[in-house]
C-alpha cells in the first residue's frame, strides 16, 4: 500500500521560510517522479515543482527562484525549501507519486497547511 506523508507546514510570515517533508512507503520509491502541488481556497490545485527519478526538476513560474524541490531516494524522502513566502503562497501542499515522468499522478497525500501572513 502506497503511503505519501507530507509534514512541515505551518504559519509563516512574509519573506520568511519553510521547508516542506514528504515520506513515501510501498513503493519503488527510486523509480518515482515526485512532485509539490497546491490548492488554495476557491482555487483550482496547481503544480508547483516535480522532481524525476533521475533529478530533473520542474518548477512552476510562480515559485520559480524562490523554491528548490529535492529527494533522498535512500530515504524516500522528498522536500520542498520555499524561500521569500508571500501571502499568495497560502495554500495546502500536496505530495504525490507517478511511476514514470508522463501521464497523470497515481497516488497522492493528504496535505498540509501553509499560510503566509502579511
Known amino acids: 500500500q502506497v503511503r505519501l506523508v507530507e509534514s512541515g507546514g505551518g504559519l509563516v510570515q512574509a519573506g520568511g521560510s519553510l521547508r516542506l517533508s514528504c515520506a513515501a512507503s510501498g513503493l519503488t520509491y527510486s523509480s518515482y517522479t515526485m512532485s509539490w502541488s497546491r490548492q488554495a481556497p476557491g482555487k483550482e490545485r496547481e503544480l508547483v515543482a516535480a522532481?524525476?527519478?533521475?533529478?530533473?526538476?520542474y518548477y512552476a513560474s510562480s515559485v520559480k527562484g524562490r523554491s528548490t524541490i529535492s529527494r533522498d531516494n535512500a530515504k524516500n524522502m522528498m522536500y520542498l525549501q520555499m524561500n521569500s513566502l508571500k501571502p499568495e503562497d497560502t495554500a495546502v501542499y500536496y505530495c504525490a507519486a507517478k511511476p514514470s515522468y508522463k501521464g497523470p499522478y497515481d497516488y497522492w497525500g493528504q496535505g498540509t497547511q501553509v499560510t503566509v501572513s502579511s
Open positions: 522532481i524525476s527519478s533521475g533529478g530533473s526538476t
